[in-house]
């Protein structure tokens, strides 16, 4: 619907004018003055689409009016009616952009067909002015939309947006950025500004990068305290959570102009990508660098405390020490994933080596899985599953720790003379060479590394009490290829050298 403004001092002229655009049903709106002193005045406080004004009235008449209205809204389209057909009123109105003169009186056909004409153009101005206006939002949002990319100059965009009223440079700035699990965006959009204007009182920009993802840009004059910041992101948070979605919300750290604010665009972005137990509160960016430093050493501390626990065996302290530090990641909110991720793997992989599960296939699988967790609870469930696991392979090793050091024995017995170690042995048996070790021991009393020494020890006293191979070459049958090296080992466990035994075992067989 569009505004007319019906300016005469004549009431009846008015009220004929009225008659006319009810009997054609024009889609006007209509308001009237008696002068063109009130007639301005109106305008200045309404808006007004078309200007019909007499030219004879008191106070001021209808080409200055058409003048003045002209200056304030060059929009407004003016018709021009008088009593006085001549040719100078008609230069005149064609001076101050009237688009039309009429004659009084007025000739019906020519008063529709004149109104028809005019309301086409206010109709089209109309179109354009929505159309340009629309564009010019799209072109700041748009701009917006690139102020948000951390590798852009802030600057040259800063410099684009001041062409819309937007003067960044010297304000102070702070970006809250919220994500949903669903497109809340897309679907509450309206709901959502509403909640802005409700929640942020000082200036702001909002700024949709997705359906799911929307920063909001607030800013000041003045100095943006930490209290108010953290008072309308919480009133954001709790407005938007208690509508039933579920939402994150990263606050940036506070800046002025232009030099900072790269920099904490790209910390969100870097937080959003690393940031466990994402859809459980607000992460306060300055916060996280508060804090980082003592969350790495208490990290720290509880992963040597589990790993104690792992070697001792003690899966139930592993369970409540793992459980205290999900419990501690969840309440931080902004502890590093990937930092957790390999910690967890960490411990993942002290666990395995401590129960003998040598297959890198399996610790390849738990990888990936821990590795593509995007939430604290996905993390806690692969990690209750190697819990289990290892439970589950400490049981059926207790029963099977009898026949794989058996198997261990027999090894050593079978394969003494040749180049075997404690990590050859533990991948004949497909376990890890600490596994080994420790149920070797366990079973037997004494270290694999031990038991393999003594057994090629005695096999060697027993090739030289024989005395059919020369003594450089009963190393190398027990598994000795240096000679210096088996010599010096033969010493230390007997007390005289491979020489001194053979010619001691000689004499004993003379003698008897």
């Known amino acids: 619907m569009l505004r007319i403004l019906l300016v005469d001092d004549e009431k009846t002229e008015r009220d004929g004018i009225r008659f006319l655009i009810d009997k054609f049903d024009l889609p006007l709106k209509v308001a009237e003055a008696s002068n063109g002193k009130n007639a301005l005045a109106y305008i200045k406080e309404h808006p007004v689409d078309i200007l019909l004004t007499d030219v004879k009235m008191p106070y001021m008449d209808g080409l200055e009016l058409a003048r003045a209205a002209?200056?304030?809204?060059?929009?407004?389209?003016?018709?021009?009616?008088?009593?006085?057909?001549?040719?100078?009123?008609?230069?005149?109105?064609?001076?101050?952009?009237?688009?039309?003169?009429?004659?009084?009186?007025?000739?019906?056909?020519?008063?529709?067909?004149?109104?028809?004409?005019?309301?086409?153009?206010?109709?089209?101005?109309?179109?354009?002015?929505?159309?340009?206006?629309?564009?010019?939002?799209?072109?700041?949002?748009?701009?917006?939309?690139?102020?948000?990319?951390?590798?852009?100059?802030?600057?040259e965009i800063g410099k684009s947006l001041e062409t819309y009223g937007l003067h960044l440079q010297n304000k102070h700035m702070v970006v809250f950025s919220i994500e949903t699990e669903e497109n809340y965006?897309?679907?509450?959009?309206?709901?959502?500004?509403?909640?802005?204007?409700?929640?942020?009182?000082?200036?702001?920009?909002?700024?949709?990068?997705?359906?799911?993802?929307?920063?909001?840009?607030?800013?000041?004059?003045?100095?943006?305290?930490?209290?108010?910041?953290?008072?309308?992101?919480?009133?954001?948070?709790?407005?938007?959570?208690?509508?039933?979605?579920?939402?994150?919300?990263?606050?940036?750290?506070?800046?002025?102009?232009?030099?900072?604010?790269?920099?904490?665009?790209?910390?969100?972005?870097?937080?959003?990508?690393?940031?466990?137990?994402?859809?459980?509160?607000?992460?306060?960016?300055?916060?996280?660098?508060r804090e980082k430093e003592e969350r790495l050493t208490q990290t720290e501390l509880m992963k040597q405390k589990v790993l104690k626990s792992i070697s001792d065996r003690n899966l139930p302290a592993v369970r409540e020490q793992m459980a205290g530090y999900l419990a501690c990641l969840k309440d931080e909110k902004s502890s590093s994933a990937m930092y957790a991720k390999y910690t967890f793997l960490d411990i993942v992989k002290a666990m395995y080596e401590e129960y003998g599960i040598y297959q890198k296939a399996i610790l390849f699988e738990t990888t990936e899985e821990i590795m593509r967790c995007s939430e604290l609870d996905e993390v806690e469930e692969a990690f209750c599953r190697v819990m289990e696991k290892a439970d589950s392979i400490g049981q059926e090793q207790t029963a099977d720790i009898s026949q794989t050091v058996a198997n261990i024995i027999r090894i050593v017995k079978n394969e003494y003379m040749e180049d075997l170690s404690?990590?050859?042995?533990?991948?004949?048996?497909?376990?890890?060479?600490?596994?080994?070790?420790?149920?070797?021991?366990?079973?037997?009393?004494?270290?694999?590394?031990?038991?393999?020494?003594?057994?090629?020890?005695?096999?060697?006293?027993?090739?030289?009490?024989?005395?059919?191979?020369?003594?450089?070459?009963?190393?190398?049958?027990?598994?000795?290829?240096?000679?210096?090296?088996?010599?010096?080992?033969?010493?230390?466990?007997?007390?005289?050298?491979?020489?001194?035994?053979?010619?001691?075992?000689?004499?004993?067989?003379?003698?008897?």
């Open 185 to 289: 965006f897309e679907h509450s959009y309206e709901e959502f500004l509403k909640i802005l204007e409700r929640d942020i009182p000082i200036s702001y920009e909002y700024v949709n990068r997705y359906p799911n993802l929307a920063n909001i840009l607030v800013y000041s004059a003045d100095r943006l305290e930490r209290e108010t910041i953290e008072k309308a992101a919480g009133k954001i948070y709790r407005d938007v959570a208690g509508g039933g979605a579920r939402v994150s919300m990263i606050v940036g750290e506070r800046c002025f102009g232009w030099k900072d604010f790269g920099k904490n665009v790209q910390e969100i972005e870097r937080l959003r990508e690393d940031t466990f137990s994402y859809f459980s509160g607000i992460i306060y960016a300055d916060r996280v660098h």
């Open 422 to 512: 404690l990590e050859g042995i533990a991948e004949k048996v497909c376990l890890t060479p600490a596994y080994v070790s420790y149920i070797f021991k366990q079973e037997t009393g004494s270290s694999l590394i031990k038991y393999l020494t003594d057994y090629r020890m005695q096999q060697a006293k027993t090739l030289l009490e024989q005395g059919k191979l020369k003594i450089v070459n009963v190393g190398k049958a027990c598994g000795y290829p240096n000679q210096s090296y088996f010599n010096r080992l033969f010493k230390n466990h007997f007390g005289i050298t491979p020489k001194q035994y053979r010619e001691q075992a000689k004499g004993q067989t003379t003698e008897g």
């Open 70 to 155: 002209n200056a304030y809204n060059s929009r407004i389209v003016i018709i021009i009616f008088s009593a006085y057909g001549e040719f100078e009123y008609a230069r005149q109105a064609c001076e101050v952009n009237a688009v039309n003169y009429l004659l009084k009186p007025i000739e019906v056909d020519e008063f529709r067909s004149v109104m028809e004409k005019v309301i086409n153009i206010c109709m089209e101005k109309r179109e354009w002015e929505e159309k340009k206006e629309s564009l010019l939002v799209a072109d700041k949002s748009l701009l917006l939309f690139k102020l948000m990319n951390p590798k852009v100059s802030c600057e």
